[in-house]
């Protein structure tokens, strides 16, 4: 690690604490407003806002403490690692009010809800194990090598964070177009425009971060603490802030078992509106049911060549 100007030997710039307080306060406030509306709506989908919200304030508060006691290592390296793996957790989120989506307006889903947790939660897991090892990495400021190494874990976990986030957006996209189609678009939508924004906000976080890496230690997006406060703490704080205006909880039944079918209206059973009678590896191994969705392509072939002067009747 380069030698930083400032006063202390881990921050490379001078903590603005009146940012840091303000910061501070600002998630405690979404962190009690998103643990109300969870309470309130019987949303745990939503807890991970509460959890992601309350690791940037205990961030946030550590990184006041290292800027008054500048020599303090394990204070910088608590309010680091906590500000950094506050945003994987808010990503979940995402995944988990997708998939309470999902259940609401099951057929519509591309894939089972269940699995949007298996799939996405689990890939979020493992680019925040990637992220988390590389900041146990780097907090070796002393060490150049392992500096070097966690920071290429952080590039790769960011990277492929990104990646899971484009396939997400496209399957909500897709979700989205279907539900129009059906005609099924109604206040409960807002949800989707919710999380578009939320995967907006967090995938730029994403991109100043893998910017900042590459640039390294010597990069003024590291020397800088503005480019932190806009790309991080300002973009993190508007993502918890739109989900807590337009919580989904608001939006969505507080019981899986209510659904909305075909024709718009709401229904309810015991097991709910979705429907998979593939084995339960099957839909862990293949969450978007590509085999059949090949198998369906196939079979509307082998018809079209089977009738094919009927077809042709009709085309006229």
């Not at 940012?19 to 962190?31: E, K, Q, R």
């Not at 703490?233 to 909880?249: D, E, K, R, Y």
């Not at 209510?258 to 229904?267: K, V, W």
Request: charged fraction near 15%.
């Amino acid at each position: 690690m380069t030698a930083c100007d400032s006063d202390s030997p881990f921050w490379c710039y001078k903590v603005n604490r009146p940012a840091a307080y303000w910061f501070l306060a600002a998630y405690f406030l979404n962190a009690l407003g998103h643990l109300y509306q969870a309470r309130r709506y019987r949303a745990k989908y939503a807890i991970p806002l509460v959890v992601g919200s309350t690791f940037t304030t205990i961030g946030f508060a550590f990184k006041i403490w290292s800027s008054y006691y500048p020599k303090n290592l394990g204070a910088w390296i608590t309010a680091v690692i906590l500000l950094f793996t506050a945003p994987p957790i808010y990503s979940a989120a995402d995944y988990f009010i997708f998939a309470k989506t999902l259940h609401y307006v099951p057929s519509q889903a591309p894939m089972h809800p269940g699995r949007v947790v298996t799939t996405f939660v689990a890939f979020d897991g493992f680019c925040e194990m990637l992220m988390g090892t590389g900041v146990g990495q780097v907090v070796n400021y002393d060490n150049p090598t392992k500096v070097r190494i966690g920071s290429g874990l952080i590039k790769a976990g960011l990277l492929l964070q990104i990646v899971l986030f484009l396939l997400f957006v496209m399957v909500a996209a897709r979700f989205h177009s279907n539900v129009r189609k059906a005609k099924l678009v109604g206040r409960w939508t807002t949800v989707l425009y919710v999380l578009y924004t939320s995967a907006f906000v967090i995938s730029v976080r994403c991109l100043y971060r893998v910017v900042e890496y590459w640039m390294g230690t010597t990069g003024p997006l590291y020397r800088l603490e503005v480019y932190f406060q806009i790309f991080e703490a300002t973009l993190m704080l508007i993502n918890v802030l739109v989900l807590n205006i337009w919580h989904p909880g608001r939006y969505l039944p507080k019981s899986n078992k209510i659904f909305l079918n075909e024709n718009g209206q709401e229904e309810s059973t015991d097991r709910g509106g979705w429907d998979d009678n593939r084995p339960f590896i099957q839909t862990l191994l293949d969450p978007f049911n590509i085999q059949g969705l090949i198998r369906a392509r196939r079979e509307k072939k082998q018809e079209a060549d089977s009738h094919p002067l009927e077809e042709k009747q009709t085309s006229v």
